[in-house]
């Protein structure tokens, strides 16, 4: 009997750890002299969003990625991002190091394929049971290069 639910954490590359915060901190050291300078309430303005999103949407990216397999459904969060893909669909999973951008924090990654040529990258920290769990609600899947 499988389990109604199956949750599991994006693994995480120390080199994304520690270039997530800097990126907010380059950000604003670059844009921060500029604002005060121009005094503008505009300026100061872009200013507060563009600290605000390179700080804070990093560090809910690395806090909440992860991924839930339902009975019927692959569910995945990223920060704000949500995909809802229907194991249905699924045709094939394999690992993958593409840099291409997904909810996928480690480049140690599964490419699903989905639907009419569709595809998403994921990085559970536990691959092997992910695979098992995938297999258990989706059998027709076809796993390669594991």
């Keep these: 009997m499988t389990d109604a639910r199956a949750f ?3 693994k995480v590359d120390a080199w994304l750890i520690a270039i997530g915060p800097f990126g907010g901190i380059a950000a604003a050291a670059v844009a921060l002299p500029l604002a005060f ?14 600290v605000a999103l390179t700080m804070i949407l990093p560090a809910w990216l690395l806090l909440d990625t992860n991924y839930t397999l339902t009975v019927d459904e692959l569910l995945i969060r990223s920060g704000p991002f949500r995909w809802r893909i229907a194991l249905s669909e699924v045709r094939e999973v394999f690992p993958t190091r593409s840099w291409l ?3 996928a924090l480690s480049l140690d990654r599964l490419h699903i394929g989905y639907g009419a040529g569709r595809s998403i990258l994921v990085s559970p920290r536990e691959k092997q049971r992910f695979i098992d769990s995938l297999r258990q609600r989706c059998p027709t899947v076809l796993v390669t290069g594991l």
């Design 101 to 103: 951008s997904s909810p």
């Design 37 to 50: 300078q121009s005094r503008a309430t505009l300026d100061l303005t872009v200013l507060a969003a563009v």
């Design 8 to 10: 599991f954490t994006s």
